[in-house]
């Protein structure tokens, strides 16, 4: 399994045309560091190219199309590729292997993970904060009604939860009365922006409300978890994983 | 312009078919808000609830209905909250006032802007 750090890319061009044993070459190289255990390699195939003996491969003369430039890579710790290489040179032939010092940010993982982790949003428990966010419904951020905007972006920061609610009838900062009224088209009410999670997460967010709600109040308060459950995405059968913390008095 | 302080908040809750001296009690306790200078007062209509009188309210499709749960969330200083008690006290004859310490954060447009 490949580690993050450094290792060694190789690179092999070949033609086409190639055969070792009968099968394609690439194909035979590719078993090889198959069975050799390498982390992973590409065979690509070029639309034209040169190499050594300076005959253009190109796929627009149909009598050399099979003729057309492969490129194998794969990317190893220098122990393998050292140990692979003298095979590797000869498997080759003709063509040319290159190597280049790399770094693996990250390695590939199996594509089957063994458990889903819990998103960070979905692990509050306990202690927590409410923060209320007043605004009026005229509100907009870069044309989009504020509390849509303010929505996403606390959907963006993995914020635990967020429900707006449109007030029927308030007065705030701007000492406007605001009220729905059903037969008007324009909505001009008061909207309540109630949204959970951990005192640090949200103080986090504070700076963006701050950017965003030029005109409004915003209201913390303490409150106790009791019950935070969601249904795992991958599960078959709806099931409820939950994490409950203690009810305090 | 932002500021940061300590404040009360206030939630009342009855229904939407009570009324004070003849008019809608949220728009008779907003308009006493008002009249004390609260910072935020906001009414905001449910759609199903039950409360002191063990009714469960339903709010119809119909825009109409007058049978909603209503919630008034209030924030002001403790002095503002103090006085408008006793009003809640003779205005709301049947329903609940929750009472808790926030802290709060307000923005502003600066004069000159706006």
Not at chain 1, 137 to 153: F, G
Not at chain 1, 224 to 238: C, F, Q, S
Not at chain 2, 35 to 47: C, K, P, W, Y
Not at chain 2, 49 to 73: L, M, T, V
Request: proline content about 6%.
């Amino acid at each position: 399994m490949l580690q993050p750090g450094k290792a060694v890319k190789v690179t092999i061009y070949l033609s086409d045309g190639a055969t070792h044993h009968g099968v394609p070459l690439y194909s035979s190289i590719l078993d090889f560091l198959f069975y050799r255990g390498v982390a992973g390699a590409t065979v690509t195939k070029g639309i034209a190219g040169f190499g050594a003996d300076h005959h253009m491969h190109s796929e627009q003369l149909v009598e050399i199309s099979d003729r057309l430039p492969i490129k194998i890579e794969f990317i190893e710790s220098h122990e393998k590729v050292e140990e692979i290489l003298g095979k590797l040179e000869e498997l080759a032939g003709s063509g040319l292997v290159e190597m280049q010092e790399t770094t693996v940010a990250k390695p590939a993982q199996l594509s089957k993970p063994v458990k889903p982790p819990i998103p960070a949003h979905l692990k509050i428990a306990g202690k927590a904060q409410i923060m209320r966010i007043f605004l009026s419904e005229e509100d907009r951020w870069k044309s989009k009604p504020l509390y849509e905007a303010l929505v996403e972006a606390l959907r963006a920061n993995d914020i635990a939860g967020v429900t707006v609610y449109r007030g029927i009838l308030g007065y705030g900062a701007h000492r406007r009365m605001h009220q729905d009224k059903p037969l008007v088209s324009s909505h001009h009410g008061s909207i309540m922006l109630s949204v959970i999670d951990s005192t640090e997460k949200l103080r986090a967010f504070l700076p963006i409300v701050e950017q965003m709600v030029e005109e409004g109040l915003v209201v913390f308060s303490d409150v106790d978890i009791v019950k935070y459950a969601y249904r795992a995405p991958e599960a078959g059968k709806p099931e409820t994983a939950s994490t409950p913390a203690e009810v305090r008095p | 312009m932002k500021e940061e302080f300590t404040a009360r908040l206030l939630r009342v809750h009855f229904g939407e078919d009570d009324l004070w001296q003849g008019k809608p009690l949220h728009e008779a306790i907003l308009a006493k808000c008002a009249e004390l200078g609260i910072e935020e007062a906001t009414v905001f209509r449910g759609i199903e609830g039950y409360g002191a009188a063990s009714r469960i309210r339903h709010a119809s499709h119909w825009p109409y209905s007058k049978d909603a749960p209503i919630q008034i969330s209030i924030i002001g200083t403790e002095e503002q909250i103090g006085k408008l008690t006793p009003y809640l006290d003779a205005m709301v004859e049947e329903g609940l006032v929750a009472a808790s310490t926030v802290e709060v954060v307000r923005y502003s447009r600066t004069p000159e802007r706006s």
